[in-house]
């Protein structure tokens, strides 16, 4: 089954942290990772976090977002709004389906969440594989974080039934993590990134590839690598 965790980032009041546990839990997750977070273990996290207290206790502490993804097969920033160079921004109700289409080639997936205040910056939604928003009818009053949470978090919930997703054989790195590495490292040799556009937008599209996509894309890759 695929492990879904969810990335707070410096989120600044506890009270939230608990809202954010109790949320996940109520969808059926249990992985919390807090990026240079409040006391997720205050008073005031373990009031709103009622019967989710063992969420908040088994949450992982992180210094960096880097360092939180490391493990990571795909991870999703989230944005309010269109703040970032990248043209594919994909709303929740769309990361389901994109995620069932890789079939057994994603393991641990992470759902990324910036500041009450400031959301994610532009640097940190780079660290991500996807961007993804929640759209609205008005700009204001936007979502609190725990409310933001609990929309990815049911969107997803699917993925906590039994799904007939053939189970992956994996050596190392998923096929995921290695055709981002790979494909990353191709474009850099070939200096496409003197082009930031269009990088941007083929590491965008390249996360968006289906399981039979991904295998043809690396024996293309392995291919190209043989030649130059």
Known sequence: MIQVHFILVEAAVPENVGF???????MGFDKLRLVNCCDHLSKGARTTGYASHDILEKAI???SISSALNDIDFSIGTSAKKRTSRHDIFEVSDLLELILKKEGSLVNIALVFGSEEHGLTNEQLDLCDLVSSVP????????????????????????NIDIDI??????GDTEHKAIKKRAIALLDKLE?????????????????????????????IKFIEKRI
């Open 20 to 26: 954010v546990a109790r949320a996940i839990k109520t």
């Open 192 to 220: 496409v990134n003197r082009q930031p556009s269009l990088y941007q937008r083929l590491k965008d599209r390249l996360m968006t590839a289906s399981a039979e996509d991904i295998r043809l894309m690396l024996t293309l």
């Open 61 to 63: 502490t992180f210094d």
């Open 166 to 171: 053939e189970a992956p054989e994996f050596i």
């Open 136 to 159: 609205m009818a008005t700009t204001y009053p936007s979502l609190n974080l725990a409310q933001a949470v609990l929309i990815f978090a049911y969107e997803l919930s699917q993925l």
